[in-house]
């Protein structure tokens, strides 16, 4: 008779390993909007890399100027979403300062958007 748990399974299945893709990251990150600005980060290009290992997300991304006043805000709300993903039970942030953000790190639309010359 099989005494398994009868979630075993299900559970097992929720906590193997998968394997993201960047764009896959980059996906669920637009989801995070910065509040000034009114756009996602991934389009007005704070996040400068991102990989994963296992079941850890290693990001490395920056704000617009160091000043932020809502880099706390960004941040938390980029470990939240990260957390959702199945498979990552970690992330791991690296405000980056160099090199500097500019508007060239915007994608033409965001840049089109926000009156920035293309």
Same mark, same amino acid.
């Given at each position: 008779?099989?005494? /398994? ?35 996602? $980060? ?16 290693? $990001? ?27 498979? $990552? ?8 300062? /160099? ?8 994608? /033409?639309?965001?840049?089109? /958007?926000l009156g920035f010359d293309v």
């Amino acid at each position: 008779m099989d005494t /398994e748990h009868p979630n075993s399974a299900a559970e097992a299945a929720a906590t193997e390993a998968v394997t993201w893709s960047e764009k896959d990251f980059h996906d669920v990150l637009r989801s995070v909007v910065d509040p000034e600005l009114h756009m996602n $980060i991934v389009d007005i290009g704070l996040i400068y890399a991102v990989r994963q290992d296992g079941d850890t997300v290693h $990001i490395d991304l920056t704000m617009t100027s160091p000043g932020c006043p809502y880099a706390p805000y960004i941040l938390h709300q980029v470990r939240e979403i990260l957390l959702t993903m199945r498979g $990552i039970e970690h992330v791991d942030l690296n405000l980056v300062w /160099e090199p500097p953000w500019t508007p060239a790190r915007m994608t /033409e639309e965001a840049r089109l /958007e926000l009156g920035f010359d293309v």
